[in-house]
């Protein structure tokens, strides 16, 4: 390693790419069995703290974080859901899910999930280098890992810094430099592209319900999904190639309009409309999830389509998994948890993508090329599924197992 005065070099026992929900829980949890670590995150805090993305958090995964006391913001504001409503040619199917499998969502934002957690994490001592970029990571093939950042001093000098770690957690999200710092003949990537667009709304207006709506409509989905009591989400199916700026605000509440027109009083709420971007609905597992002394978790290792609202959950549930796997190792020096870990997560995360698929198909009808050619028979089949989804007891115990996230491998 070629060392000057731009560089400096420390050592951890775990370094953590990644401040995101699979970097922080993973921190937290090493950190109250006093493994020592050190969080590299590209951007600000303030930027982190402050990205929109996930809202509904599954039922084992509320327990997880209240059994290890990281749930005081969420105890405190986040809002149990158990009750969700698909609508179709101005029907409405309300899906009782909670009361099926006596669980509950809990909707809380992702960026409060964020602040919170690196609140805690910092106020316990722990460390979070942010506006540090992990931009390489070395020593993979000797055990010997490394992963140099850079970053600027307070005189705008541009810096490296080389972490030495027993072992690396890429938790960098699907744009981080772990996943391809894994020689690529050692791993699989299974990926599919639904050929979907999701513009993604956030809009200042309450909710027009408390429930979250998924309306099928000839027109492309639309989903309307309370955030905080201000604050809503809201998503339009469109072409995957369509730009935000295709999508001035008035043309967006038309749509949401028309798709989101149900039988009853249900007018939706207009308001300033804070953000909006596209999503192409894409999924993506890589197989084995870790390489010699590099481990990967959440979104560096998998995405899934924000259908099924599990993203966060899969990340937080790998974050868990890993950090057992390494408290294993430092206090009995046992490896075997660690070797196993990619073969423990991946069932869950099939079954997970499993679910999304199966949902991308019961609120779109644009999901693979033949349906769009039989679109009047994939009408009805949804129609069917929603009726059935309704009256029969055992299709919506298992809907509702998976939804809320009662499911364990
Ligand atoms: P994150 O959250 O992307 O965090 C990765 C972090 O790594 C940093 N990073 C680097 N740091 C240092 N050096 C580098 N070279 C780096 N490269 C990247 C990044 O800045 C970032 O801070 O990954 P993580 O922790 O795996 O968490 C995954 C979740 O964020 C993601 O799966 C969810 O947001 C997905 N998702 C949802 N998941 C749910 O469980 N429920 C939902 O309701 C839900 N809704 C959503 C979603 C994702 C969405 N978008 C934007 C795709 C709704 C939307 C609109």
């Not at 027109?261 to 971007?277: M, S």
Request: proline fraction near 4%; include cysteine; hydrophobic fraction near 35%.
């Amino acid at each position: 390693m070629h060392v000057n005065e731009n560089v400096k070099c420390i050592r951890t026992q775990v370094a953590i790419v990644g401040a995101g929900p699979a970097g922080l829980i993973l921190a937290l949890l090493l950190q109250k069995e006093g493994i020592d670590s050190i969080i590299v995150e590209r951007q600000s805090r303030s930027h982190v703290e402050t990205r929109a993305r996930a809202g509904l958090i599954e039922h084992h995964i509320v327990e997880f974080l209240q059994h290890h006391g990281f749930s005081e913001g969420l105890d405190l504001n986040g809002i149990p859901h158990t009750t969700c409503e698909f609508r179709q040619n101005g029907r409405r199917y309300k899906i009782p899910y909670g009361d099926r499998v006596g669980g509950s969502h809990y909707v809380y934002p992702q960026q409060f999930v964020v602040q919170d957690l690196i609140r805690l994490f910092i106020s316990r001592g722990g460390k979070i280098l942010f506006s540090h970029p992990a931009v390489k990571i070395e020593g993979l093939e000797d055990n010997l890992p490394v992963v140099t950042c850079s970053y600027q001093d307070d005189d705008s000098r541009n810096l490296l810094l080389h972490i030495q770690a027993d072992y690396l957690a890429g938790c960098d999200g699907f744009h981080g430099i772990s996943r391809s710092s894994i020689p690529i003949t050692h791993v699989k990537t299974i990926t599919k592209q639904y050929g979907i667009g999701w513009l993604a709304i956030l809009a200042e207006v309450p909710s027009s319900t408390e429930k979250l709506v998924y309306a099928l409509h000839k027109s492309g989905f639309a989903g309307q999904m309370p955030r905080t009591s201000q604050i809503t989400r809201f998503y339009l199916e469109c072409p995957p190639s369509d730009l935000s700026s295709d999508w001035p605000d008035d043309r967006i509440w038309s749509e949401l309009d028309k798709r989101l027109a149900v039988e009853g009083d249900n007018k939706l709420i207009h308001g300033p409309i804070i953000e909006k971007r596209v999503l192409n609905m894409r999924s993506f597992v890589m197989e084995p999830m870790q390489y010699k002394n590099l481990l990967l978790a959440g979104d560096a290792a998998h995405i899934i389509t924000p259908v099924g609202a599990k993203g966060m959950n899969l990340a937080i549930a790998d974050a868990d998994v890993l950090s057992q796997g390494l408290i294993q190792y430092y206090r009995n020096q046992d490896k075997s948890l660690l070797k196993e870990y990619s073969n423990i997560r991946l069932p869950h995360i099939w079954k997970t993508q499993e679910f999304s698929d199966w949902m991308i198909r019961l609120i779109h009808h644009t999901a693979d090329t033949d349906e769009n050619k039989y679109q009047a028979f994939s009408n009805r089949l949804r129609q069917a599924r929603l009726e059935r989804l309704q009256q029969s007891d055992t299709y919506a115990k298992l809907f509702a197992e998976d939804y809320v996230g009662l499911w364990k491998p």
